[in-house]
């Protein structure tokens, strides 16, 4: 029988956050799998545990999850951990994850602190909808899609960033996004947390003398409905109901229909449309 992969929350910074039931399987599996041993033998000595350690990390991610998976095969269980937070969240504990499914591995999470849920509810945005974008891509290409996605995303925006790379980041959020409320948080759980709700456009003229410290989560509003109906409006006013009618008439639309749409789209009553294309006054 196969053993069980066990997804292990730990702390993101206050390690009152360490959950009993973490604690207890951490040290009754096998094998702990850490992103970095180093940084997690601290942990693991805060807690009395003492459970062989090896090390999955984003760079040996593939080949390891192999070595992992032949292991839960053979009746090993075995619990991730990451650095901070929640295991295969921006991590490459995904890979594990999906090798085990597909391997028939039994996978259960036991669940605690995750970065960007704690933001998230810090942020005084909206908290209905939302998505999570992790790190901005280091590809100029991709990012600049992942960047042109956002800038018409209407749920809210959760990204992680790097202290020296946090300015940059602003400022390209700025230039595709606009201005926008942003909330940035750091050092969440811990002595010197700060959550700081302002302005894509206030962050950075207070980082232009001010120096970033420590992980930051930023939480960005998304595009407003009404501003999206706004420019959906101006971009049909700048063709002819003709035009109009011709589009949603090559989507498969039969007349009466697109007529309706075109009305809905440009804000005005069906006769109008219909008046129109008819030649009436």
Same mark, same amino acid.
């Given at each position: 029988?196969?053993?069980?992969?066990?997804?292990?929350?730990?702390?993101?910074?206050?390690?009152?956050?360490?959950?009993?039931?973490?604690?207890?399987?951490?040290?009754?599996?096998?094998?702990?799998?850490?992103?970095?041993?180093?940084?997690?033998?601290?942990?693991?000595?805060?807690?009395?545990?003492?459970?062989?350690?090896?090390?999955?990390?984003?760079?040996?991610?593939?080949?390891?999850?192999?070595?992992?998976?032949?292991? %839960?095969?053979?009746?090993?269980?075995?619990? %991730?951990?990451?650095?901070?937070?929640?295991?295969?969240?921006?991590?490459?504990? !995904?890979? *594990?994850?999906?090798?085990?499914?597909?391997?028939?591995?039994?996978?259960?999470?036991?669940?605690?602190?995750?970065?960007?849920? =704690?933001? *998230?509810?810090?942020?005084?945005?909206? =908290?209905?909808?939302?998505?999570?974008?992790?790190?901005?891509? @280091?590809?100029?290409?991709?990012?600049?899609?992942? %960047? &042109? &996605? %956002?800038?018409?995303? /209407?749920?809210?925006?959760? *990204?992680?960033?790097?202290?020296?790379? *946090?300015?940059?980041?602003?400022?390209?959020?700025?230039?595709?996004?606009?201005?926008?409320?942003?909330?940035?948080?750091? #050092?969440?759980?811990?002595?010197?947390?700060?959550?700081?709700?302002?302005?894509? !456009? #206030?962050?950075?003229?207070?980082?232009?003398?001010?120096?970033?410290?420590?992980?930051?989560?930023?939480?960005?509003?998304?595009?407003?409905?009404? !501003?999206?109906?706004? &420019?959906?409006?101006? /971009?049909?006013?700048?063709? /002819?109901?003709?035009?109009?009618?011709?589009?949603?008439? @090559?989507?498969?639309?039969?007349?009466?229909?697109?007529?309706?749409?075109?009305?809905?789209?440009?804000?005005?009553?069906?006769?109008?449309?219909?008046?129109?294309?008819?030649? &009436?006054?």
């Amino acid at each position: 029988m196969a053993g069980t992969l066990f997804l292990c929350a730990t702390p993101i910074g206050n390690l009152g956050d360490m959950t009993p039931r973490v604690i207890e399987t951490l040290r009754s599996v096998d094998v702990i799998a850490a992103e970095d041993t180093r940084n997690s033998i601290k942990l693991l000595n805060h807690f009395d545990i003492h459970t062989a350690m090896t090390s999955y990390h984003e760079y040996n991610k593939v080949e390891k999850a192999g070595q992992l998976v032949t292991q %839960l095969l053979a009746g090993q269980d075995i619990a %991730l951990i990451t650095d901070a937070g929640t295991p295969a969240i921006s991590d490459p504990g !995904e890979v *594990l994850v999906r090798m085990c499914h597909e391997s028939g591995v039994p996978v259960t999470s036991l669940p605690g602190a995750a970065a960007c849920i =704690t933001a *998230l509810t810090l942020s005084g945005l909206s =908290t209905r909808r939302f998505c999570f974008e992790g790190f901005l891509p @280091a590809d100029k290409r991709e990012k600049k899609r992942v %960047l &042109e &996605e %956002l800038a018409e995303e /209407s749920r809210t925006i959760i *990204l992680y960033e790097a202290p020296h790379h *946090l300015v940059r980041t602003l400022n390209e959020l700025y230039e595709a996004l606009g201005q926008r409320k942003i909330t940035l948080c750091r #050092e969440l759980t811990k002595k010197f947390e700060t959550i700081v709700p302002t302005t894509l !456009e #206030e962050a950075l003229e207070y980082y232009r003398t001010e120096e970033p410290r420590g992980e930051y989560v930023l939480v960005l509003e998304g595009k407003s409905f009404a !501003e999206k109906r706004q &420019e959906e409006i101006a /971009s049909w006013e700048n063709r /002819s109901i003709e035009e109009h009618m011709a589009y949603y008439e @090559a989507q498969g639309m039969d007349n009466k229909t697109a007529m309706k749409q075109v009305a809905r789209d440009r804000g005005v009553g069906k006769r109008e449309i219909y008046a129109y294309l008819h030649g &009436e006054n």
